[in-house]
């Protein structure tokens, strides 16, 4: 498979933050929401790539009216947590990041807030290998269309995207881009151009 760069998901795809995540949603649930709710791993798991209002939607039902405020305050306090605690890289991550950097732009596209992407590129020390990233926490655009605003900034040619859901397979397909499926990572996909089952497996599928 030809590409010019490679855009990836970040959940489920490079790191797996779900246990960090519920550690700080449920501190900030205790500390300003009266404890209501305690979230496990896989609580968070179950709403990995959604958008913050589906977050609140699906998650946070139990306080009402107030559903969206909570879930924003658990994302804001979230990402100092992360910055601190990190998440669980997946093996082979930086090896990938550095045998696609020297001939490829490497991108993240993520519908998570405005920071989290920033924290993971400071805890792990991947910035140099990314040469731009973008949210829906940030422009209020889906996934598809950060994907296609990311390729049009950047002047790719052939990029392709690397997720590990379904969303991700139909934002890529919405952006007119070759899906390659993280079989690793939380979910499934129907019909993607290649899987791999690891992240070093994806340099076994390019042609740069």
Same mark, same amino acid.
């Given at each position: 498979?030809?590409?010019?760069?490679?855009?990836?998901?970040?959940?489920?795809?490079?790191?797996?933050?779900?246990?960090?995540?519920? @550690?700080?949603?449920?501190?900030?649930?205790?500390?300003?929401?009266?404890?209501?709710?305690?979230?496990?791993?896989?609580?968070?798991?179950?709403?990995?790539?959604?958008?913050?209002?589906?977050?609140?939607?699906?998650?946070?039902?139990?306080? *009402?009216?107030?559903?969206?405020?909570?879930?924003?305050?658990?994302?804001?306090?979230?990402?100092?947590?992360?910055?601190?605690? *990190?998440?669980?890289?997946?093996?082979?991550? @930086?090896?990938?990041?550095?045998?696609?950097?020297?001939?490829?732009?490497? +991108?993240?596209?993520?519908?998570?807030?405005?920071?989290?992407?920033?924290?993971?590129?400071?805890?792990?020390?991947?910035?140099? +290998?990314?040469?731009?990233?973008?949210?829906?926490?940030?422009?209020?655009?889906?996934?598809? @269309?950060?994907?296609?605003?990311?390729?049009?900034?950047?002047?790719?040619?052939?990029?392709?995207?690397?997720?590990?859901?379904?969303?991700?397979?139909?934002?890529?397909?919405?952006?007119?881009?070759?899906?390659?499926?993280?079989?690793? *990572?939380?979910?499934?996909?129907?019909?993607?151009?290649?899987?791999?089952?690891?992240?070093?497996?994806?340099?076994?599928?390019?042609?740069?």
């Amino acid at each position: 498979m030809f590409a010019d760069s490679v855009i990836f998901d970040l959940d489920g795809t490079l790191w797996d933050s779900c246990r960090s995540v519920a @550690e700080s949603w449920s501190l900030t649930l205790a500390e300003k929401h009266g404890g209501l709710m305690h979230l496990s791993e896989g609580d968070i798991r179950g709403i990995m790539g959604m958008t913050a209002p589906q977050i609140a939607a699906s998650l946070f039902a139990p306080y *009402g009216a107030q559903a969206e405020a909570v879930c924003l305050d658990c994302l804001e306090d979230e990402c100092l947590y992360i910055s601190r605690h *990190g998440g669980r890289l997946y093996p082979g991550v @930086e090896e990938l990041f550095r045998a696609l950097s020297s001939s490829l732009g490497l +991108y993240i596209v993520s519908n998570c807030q405005d920071g989290y992407i920033q924290c993971f590129l400071e805890y792990t020390g991947f910035g140099k +290998y990314i040469s731009d990233y973008e949210c829906s926490g940030v422009t209020g655009l889906s996934k598809g @269309e950060n994907i296609r605003l990311v390729a049009r900034r950047n002047g790719l040619i052939s990029p392709l995207y690397v997720g590990d859901t379904s969303m991700d397979e139909a934002s890529a397909r919405s952006a007119g881009l070759p899906f390659v499926h993280a079989a690793y *990572g939380f979910g499934r996909a129907s019909a993607p151009d290649a899987v791999i089952h690891s992240p070093l497996e994806l340099l076994d599928i390019i042609e740069v």
